[in-house]
């Protein structure tokens, strides 16, 4: 009676990991995405249980399980040559990502990170009031500035040394984008800071209709960055990729961490990604005393 309900299971876990590709066809697929690696090994582990009573079908789960865990694997971009660009020379600018987390008031390791990284562009999310004392102190070495109001958990931002051009900066209130143009060493540039809502049962389908039609817009090189609470490989980041013709940047780095407890009890998830139309190589930046990890990006 146990074997059987783990094989029953086994079916279960492998089909809700299928069910992870259809954000297609309705956004519980993308949210059902976040957890892909559970679903799998799950799968696998009622498929061992359930093996000496149901061996032919055991071993089916098993092969899924197996080519399952690779295109996971393939699709967050875990150990893809294609997504970390071997460049050579100097890059053109570096930028910084992160997450500042609306409570937080204690901005010294965030300002400690970017004295030590010394990025050309800087995308925030979660600037709320609390910040202010932060962008005060950052104004003097970031002077051009694109700030977007983004509901009760504070705002999207872009802030820069390099040299603004003179086209209007673009906020999309209060979906969560905001794009500020600037003059690199290799030419123009957009930078574009997400903050997006967690897929189903969180998320606004027109947010991503919005972000959709804004980034087709934008000409020239892009890259954009920000938490887009959602792993690699849902249907809603395929669709802003297509939007803005970018491709998402760099190995898989967990930036955030479910639920709430001890370390060790932690899922670790990549939801802070980094797309752009440039060469570029991305890592993990020191914490900086947010919920979420930053990112630090050279761009060629």
């Not at 954000?23 to 009622?46: K, M, N």
């Not at 053109?92 to 965030?110: E, I, M, P, V, W």
């Not at 905001?178 to 123009?188: H, M």
């Not at 809603?236 to 190995?251: I, K, S």
């Amino acid at each position: 009676m146990f074997r059987d309900i783990c094989y029953r299971m086994a079916w279960f876990f492998t089909v809700v990991w299928g069910a992870s590709w259809l954000g297609a066809v309705h956004d519980v697929g993308d949210s059902l995405a976040t957890f892909r690696p559970i679903w799998l090994a799950a799968a696998l582990i009622c498929a061992g249980l359930a093996w000496p009573i149901r061996r032919r079908g055991a071993a089916i789960v098993a092969m899924l399980g197996t080519v399952g865990f690779g295109v996971t694997a393939m699709t967050w971009g875990v150990g893809l040559p294609g997504l970390q660009v071997q460049a050579q020379g100097a890059p053109s600018f570096r930028l910084y990502q992160n997450n500042l987390f609306f409570a937080q008031s204690d901005h010294s390791l965030t300002l400690a990170n970017i004295a030590a990284l010394s990025p050309d562009v800087i995308t925030f999310q979660e600037v709320s009031q609390n910040k202010r004392s932060l962008l005060e102190e950052l104004r003097a070495d970031y002077p051009h500035q694109a700030f977007c109001r983004y509901g009760a958990v504070g705002a999207v931002m872009v802030l820069s040394r390099l040299p603004a051009t003179d086209t209007k900066p673009l906020c999309l209130y209060p979906m969560g984008l905001v794009a500020l143009q600037v003059e690199t060493p290799g030419g123009p540039v957009w930078v574009v800071s997400v903050h997006a809502k967690w897929p189903y049962p969180f998320n606004d389908p027109a947010q991503v209709d919005y972000m959709e039609t804004a980034l087709a817009k934008l000409e020239g090189e892009i890259v954009m960055a920000g938490d887009f609470n959602m792993v690699a490989g849902t249907h809603r980041l395929r669709r802003l990729a297509r939007a803005a013709g970018v491709t998402r940047m760099g190995p898989w780095v967990p930036t955030f961490r479910l639920p709430s407890g001890p370390e060790w009890w932690r899922y670790p998830i990549q939801i802070d990604h980094v797309f752009t139309t440039m060469d570029a190589k991305v890592r993990r930046a020191p914490d900086s005393g947010s919920d979420h990890v930053p990112l630090v990006a050279d761009l060629w």
